[in-house]
């Protein structure tokens, strides 16, 4: 009788053992099929990252073009190079761009915009006058929506589209 509860002891220490190997590499084989959906998913945002570069460089070449047309043929205006982002959440490429187009030595207009590249729709749009404030030189000019330019989307504040714009390229 001892001899059988022994041999049991020893068959349950051996089924377990396999239980226990087993789960161990089941679970190193789920951390290595995990590991490599991250990978994949890695180089596909990197891919995606790299073709809305690409494609937002030669969009801004040519939002550029149109926007330094008519109305600013006789302006100096100056841009700030674009930023890209493709948004996962949007599933699409946008493109951040800001100029400044200087009207005389009174008024600036301030212009920042984050677009929508592949539909060419603005998702964010802030156009202001800047005037010197009365307080008297050296103080910030004033800040007012702009009399000149309509936004196709709501004209935000420099802040308001600062704060939304950051949020918005990171997603």
């Given amino acids: ?11 349950l220490l051996l089924v377990a053992s396999a239980i226990g190997v087993g789960a161990l590499l089941y679970n190193k084989h789920l951390n ?5 959906e991250h990978r994949a998913y890695e180089a596909w945002l990197y891919e995606r990252q790299e073709k809305c570069a690409a494609e937002g460089l030669l969009w801004a070449e040519e939002y550029r073009r149109e926007e330094q047309s008519a109305a600013y043929e006789f302006r100096l205006a100056e841009w700030d190079p674009p930023q890209f982002h493709y ?3 949007r599933e699409t490429c946008l493109a951040r761009t800001r100029s ?18 592949l539909s060419n729709r603005p998702v964010l749009e802030s156009i202001v006058r800047l005037v010197p404030d009365p307080a008297g030189p050296g103080a910030p000019p004033k800040e007012e929506p702009s009399d000149v330019v309509r936004t196709v989307t709501e004209n935000l504040s420099r802040a308001e589209f600062t704060k939304q714009a950051n949020a918005l390229m990171k997603r």
């Fill in 1 to 11: 009788m001892k001899n059988n509860s022994a041999f049991r002891a020893a068959v």
């Fill in 32 to 36: 290595l099929v995990a590991a490599r």
């Fill in 87 to 89: 948004s996962i959440a």
């Fill in 100 to 117: 400044v187009d200087f009207r005389d030595d009174l008024v600036t207009y301030e212009h920042m915009r984050v677009t929508d590249i």
